[in-house]
Structures are given as structure tokens and as C-alpha cells.
């Protein structure tokens, strides 16, 4: 079993609509959470960290539930600029794990 | 420019056939890691270094090397790429051990193995 799972997609959604990713990671230890951003045969980008209490940037909102071991990203009014593989990461000491990615397009 | 280089960017070699991949940041971090990707599996990390002199095997070390005798670069080094080396590869700094928000990647090598 992976460490961090996430549903790969592709997600396709069109401009202007509400999407939502999540993750669930199986070590309970993990301590810190982000979200990244993949464009194809890029490197990955931070695009935001995942706190307990939920944290919002902008159009992107991201969840933790500890209990539950699972983390979400939501994107409201997506963008064609949103096109792009989100990875979720859980983090414990050196140890950062990293989901195969969720591919998500936005059309126009 | 803050940024993480890598060199090449893509390479196709033979099986037992040495190669390096360097890596250099100029950010004055401490801490560098080499991951690889793979399709379906995410980046798995092979080898990290908190500071100079200092590294330590990731998940998947086996078939690498790594060296940092400076602090700005980290090296990759296959003594004999075999086939299941051939992979998408990202070096990747950080202020220090902890600090994942400052943490930059290369572009990225992509390397095929035959």
C-alpha cells in the first residue's frame, strides 16, 4: 500500500468550476502537509502547506483532518491556468512522501 | 535568480556505463536531496544531505551514489545504470532539514537507460 494515495484523475472540469482533490497518507507520524504543483515535464512547484486548522490562498483551500489521515485541496472558479498535476506530500522528519499526483484540466 | 541547476537535462546511455548528474544551487541551503518519478509511483526519494559531508540513504538508494563536498553541490552518481534506472530525476534544496517551504527544485533529468 502507498503511503500517501490520491485518485490519479484526469480530472476534467470547465473554467469556472469548483474541484476538489484528496489524499489520504497511512503514517500516522507525518507531521507536516503540502500540496504541490506539477506542469508537465516540469519540476514540482509548492503551491500551498496544509495546516490543522485549514488555510486559504486565493482561489485554493486546503484541509487536514488528522483523525481521518486525510488531506483536500479545493479550486474554486478554475482557471485554464489551473491545468496541471497537484501532488499531495506527507512529511515526517527527512522523510517527505510524495502521491502519484492528480491530473486536473481545465476547458474552456 | 534563486534557482536549482542540473546537468544534463536528458541523457540516454547503456547499461554499466558510469554517468553523473550534477547539481548545483545558489541559494546557500543546507539542506539537497535527489528524488526520482516514476509513473503511478510520485517522487521517491534516493539520497539527501543535511550539510556538507553529510548524506543519507533515502527510500530508494540502491544503484546510487551521492557526494557533497561543497555546499552548493550535490552530485548523482551511477556506477552501472541498468534499465530500471530510467527514470525522470529532481535535485531539490531547502534553507535546512524542516524548512519545506523554502525547498526549490531542478528542472529535472530525465535519463533512459538501454
Keep these: ?108 | 535568480e534563486a534557482q536549482v541547476t542540473q546537468n544534463p537535462r536528458y541523457l540516454i546511455t547503456v547499461t554499466g556505463k558510469k554517468l553523473t548528474v550534477t547539481c548545483s544551487q545558489n541559494m546557500n541551503h543546507e539542506y539537497m536531496s535527489w528524488y526520482r518519478q516514476d509513473p503511478g509511483l510520485g517522487l521517491r526519494q534516493i539520497y539527501y544531505s543535511m550539510n556538507v559531508e553529510v548524506t543519507d540513504k533515502g527510500d530508494v538508494p540502491e544503484g546510487y551514489k551521492v557526494s557533497r563536498k561543497e555546499k552548493r553541490n550535490f552530485p548523482l552518481i551511477l556506477e552501472s545504470p541498468s534499465p530500471n534506472q530510467t527514470s525522470l530525476y529532481f535535485c531539490a534544496s531547502s534553507l535546512s532539514q524542516g524548512a519545506w517551504e523554502t525547498q526549490y527544485f531542478g528542472p529535472g533529468t530525465r535519463l533512459l537507460v538501454l
Excluded at chain 1, 507525518?30 to 506542469?39: A, E, I, L, T
Excluded at chain 1, 490562498?57 to 481521518?68: E, H, I, K, V, Y
Excluded at chain 1, 485541496?73 to 491545468?83: E, G, H, Q, V, W
Design chain 1, 1 to 108: 500500500r502507498k503511503e500517501v494515495e490520491q485518485d490519479p484523475g484526469p480530472f476534467n472540469v470547465p473554467e469556472g468550476a469548483t474541484v476538489a482533490f484528496n489524499c489520504t497518507y497511512s503514517n500516522s507520524a507525518s507531521q507536516s502537509f503540502f500540496w504541490y504543483r506539477q506542469d508537465c515535464r516540469k519540476e514540482p512547484k509548492l503551491l500551498m502547506s496544509v495546516y490543522s486548522s485549514g488555510n486559504e490562498d486565493g482561489r485554493f483551500t486546503a484541509q487536514l483532518n488528522r483523525a481521518s489521515q486525510y488531506i483536500s485541496l479545493l479550486i474554486r472558479d478554475s482557471k485554464l491556468s489551473d491545468s496541471a498535476t497537484y501532488l499531495c506530500v506527507a512529511q515526517n522528519n527527512n522523510d517527505m512522501r510524495f502521491g502519484a499526483g492528480t491530473r486536473l484540466t481545465v476547458k474552456p
